[in-house]
């Protein structure tokens, strides 16, 4: 089993839709959670960061759940400029940061 | 501050050349991670550091692959000999201490022909 396990997509969205990944990981020392985002021919950039339950940033939320270990992530009203490929790292014990390979989102107007 | 450095950004080498990929992380960062992506095998952690420390290698994919990080602001990933299959995007990246954010270099394409 990979440690961290995202569908790939992509997921094709209009304007305005609310979209939504899932991201599990197998090690349950997981103790902190990211999602970047990474444009075409760029580096990862962090979008949120998770240590407790959830967190929410303006049009994004992030979910945690320990006990079935996986965390997603809630886009609302997508625009345009949403469309990139998004990252999950669950950091293991140690500050391992590891990550999935990613899901593809594209908004279409 | 500048963020993290790679140099160079594109490498374009001969199968069984020695190819050396450096990296400097942001100032005062205790961490450093090598990363290489491909499409088929997506962003996969090679090895990482603490304090110039290695800690886990487990992700180098086999002898010809060697890291070193002889100072805090200095990191090399050396590939001898290369191979084709060795063509990827590697990326640098740095955070600040346990459990926070780590911020990526534009990455070095490397392409082995």
């Known amino acids: 089993r990979k440690e961290v396990e995202q569908d790939p997509g992509p997921f094709n969205v209009p304007e305005g839709a609310t979209v939504a990944f899932n991201c599990t990981y197998s090690?349950?020392?997981?103790?902190?959670f990211f999602w970047y985002r990474q444009d075409c021919r760029k580096e990862p950039k962090l979008l949120m960061s998770v240590y407790s339950s959830g967190n929410e940033d303006g049009r994004f939320t992030a979910q945690l759940n320990r006990a079935s270990q996986y965390i997603s992530l809630l886009i609302r009203d997508s625009k345009l400029s949403d469309s990139a490929t998004y990252l999950c790292g669950p950091m293991e014990y140690g500050n391992k940061l590891v990550f999935g390979a990613g899901t593809i989102l594209r908004v279409k107007s | 501050d500048a963020g993290v450095i790679q140099s160079p950004r594109h490498e374009v080498t001969e199968m069984g050349q020695e190819v050396t990929l450096r990296c400097k992380p942001i100032s005062g960062h205790d961490y450093l991670f090598w990363y290489r992506q491909t499409m088929m095998r997506g962003l996969e952690l090679l090895i990482y550091f603490n304090n110039n420390v290695p800690i886990d290698d487990s992700g180098m994919p086999e002898d010809r692959f060697s890291a070193k990080m002889p100072n805090a602001s200095f990191s090399t990933l050396k590939i001898q000999p290369s191979e084709p299959r060795d063509s990827a995007v590697y990326f640098c990246?740095?955070?600040?201490?346990?459990?926070?954010?780590?911020?990526f270099g534009q990455g070095t394409r490397l392409t082995v022909v």
């Open positions: 990246a740095s955070s600040l201490g346990m459990n926070t954010e780590a911020f």
């Open positions: 090690n349950s020392a997981s103790q902190s």
